[in-house]
């Protein structure tokens, strides 16, 4: 049974930064594309951010090129994300999801992935 578990959500002011952390225990991390996402109040869930399994190919959304970071430590069956220039809009319950189908090109359709972890929440003041 695989179980991802987020960590290092929190409050933060505008401008702040925050990185969250997914554990990824019951099979090693390497299988599996790793992607995060996130779900504001009334909003649906939305693709953030993504890594192949040995973290060479990347992709995120538009709105957080630049400020967020997503990498991985295999040995560690670790995923990060780090979050620079928070900004309100960024406020949500972040999760993290594993993808057991991709290898090297990382794919961003919520459906593409099998197991996902409780959410950490992030909120963000103005």
């Known amino acids: 049974q695989v179980q991802l578990v987020e960590s290092g959500g929190g409050l933060v002011q505008a401008g702040g930064s925050l990185t969250l952390s997914c554990v990824v225990s019951?099979?090693?991390?390497?299988?599996?594309?790793m992607g995060w996402f996130r779900q504001a109040p009334g909003q649906e869930r939305e693709f953030v951010a993504a890594?192949?399994?040995?973290?060479?190919?990347?992709v995120y959304v538009d709105s957080v090129k630049g400020r967020f970071t997503i990498s991985r430590i295999n040995a560690k069956n670790t995923v990060y994300l780090q979050m620079n220039s928070l900004e309100p809009e960024d406020t949500a319950v972040y999760y993290c999801?594993?993808?057991?189908?991709?290898?090297?090109?990382?794919?961003?359709?919520?459906?593409?992935?099998?197991?996902w972890g409780q959410g950490t929440q992030v909120t963000v003041s103005s």
């Open positions: 890594i192949s399994r040995d973290g060479e190919n990347i």
């Open positions: 019951g099979r090693a991390v390497s299988n599996y594309v």
């Open positions: 999801a594993a993808d057991p189908v991709a290898w090297l090109i990382p794919r961003r359709r919520i459906q593409d992935y099998d197991y």
